[in-house]
Structures are given as structure tokens and as C-alpha cells.
């Protein structure tokens, strides 16, 4: 039989895979492609439609993982130091989350409205770099996650 524990575990993991996985193709698969196949003017209509549509899809992502990680902390029953780390960066992860797709992609929206804008450039590799920085952070919080979950098996947390 199936735990709510193991349940709520694997809901997480999910999410953090549909995060990951949407930041990790957007930026190294998607936007590569759209700049050497598209004409400017094409690649800002086709860009502006994926930062809505993936912002939507990573950020009911990332709001999973911070109901179903509260969730987890009711199988803890002290604070491991690894694990203080780990939320203090999903608070980082999400800042820049939000950052990224909420006041960059507002931008970006807004200066390709009008066409083709020397400012879109220069704002879609930051809204890269934003998103590099969220994939590197969610990187080092599944680290610290497998450690922590090792942690609890080794404990019989998971029984």
C-alpha cells in the first residue's frame, strides 16, 4: 500500500522535474533553435508565447513544490541544519522564479508589443541567466534533498 508520505514525496519530485526540466529546455533546446530558425520578428511572437505559457507551467510547479515541502516537514522531526539550507535557497529559487517570469517576462511582453526592439535582446539574456541561476539553485536543493532523504531512510522514515 502506497503512504500519503511516499504519495506527497512523489508529487514533489515530480514538480521539481516539470521545474527543472522546462527551465533546462527552454534554455538550452527552445531559445538556441528559435534564434538561428526564426526571423526576429517571428522568434519575439514565438518567444513571448513560450514565457507565458512555460512561466505558467514552472511556477504552478514551483508552487507544488513549497505546499507539498511544507507538507514534508511534517515527517521531520528536528531541523537538520541541510535541511534550513535547502529551504532558505527554495526561498531564493522562488524570489528569482518570480522575478524571472513575473517582472522580466512583463518586460519582455511589453517591448516586443510594438515589434522588432533593440531591448529584447539584452532582456531575454537576462531572463537566460535568471533562469540558469533558479536551475543551478534547484540543482544544489536536490543535493541536499538526497542527502536528506538518505537521512530518513537510514532513520525509517519512510516505513
Known amino acids: 500500500m502506497i503512504s500519503w508520505r511516499i504519495t506527497i514525496l512523489f508529487i514533489h519530485v515530480t514538480a521539481v522535474i516539470v521545474a527543472l526540466g522546462g527551465a533546462l529546455f527552454s534554455t538550452f533546446a527552445l531559445t538556441p533553435v528559435l534564434a538561428?530558425?526564426?526571423?526576429?520578428?517571428?522568434?519575439?511572437?514565438?518567444?513571448?508565447?513560450?514565457?507565458?505559457?512555460l512561466g505558467t507551467i514552472v511556477l504552478t510547479a514551483l508552487g507544488l513544490i513549497v505546499f507539498t515541502g511544507m507538507l514534508n516537514l511534517m515527517?521531520?522531526?528536528?531541523?537538520?541544519?541541510?535541511?534550513?539550507?535547502?529551504?532558505?535557497?527554495?526561498?531564493?529559487?522562488?524570489?528569482?522564479?518570480?522575478?524571472?517570469?513575473?517582472?522580466?517576462?512583463?518586460?519582455?511582453?511589453?517591448?516586443s508589443a510594438s515589434g522588432p526592439?533593440?531591448?529584447?535582446?539584452?532582456?531575454?539574456?537576462?531572463?537566460?541567466?535568471?533562469?540558469?541561476?533558479?536551475g543551478a539553485i534547484i540543482l544544489i536543493i536536490v543535493y541536499l534533498s538526497l542527502g536528506l532523504t538518505r537521512g530518513a531512510v537510514a532513520a525509517g522514515a519512510f516505513h
Open 75 to 111: 515527517y521531520f522531526r528536528a531541523m537538520p541544519l541541510a535541511l534550513m539550507i535547502k529551504l532558505a535557497l527554495v526561498v531564493v529559487a522562488l524570489g528569482l522564479a518570480l522575478y524571472q517570469y513575473g517582472r522580466l517576462g512583463a518586460e519582455l511582453w511589453r517591448v
Open 36 to 53: 538561428q530558425e526564426l526571423e526576429p520578428a517571428m522568434r519575439i511572437r514565438v518567444a513571448r508565447r513560450v514565457v507565458r505559457r
Open 117 to 134: 526592439d533593440p531591448r529584447f535582446a539584452p532582456l531575454m539574456a537576462r531572463f537566460r541567466r535568471v533562469g540558469l541561476t533558479v
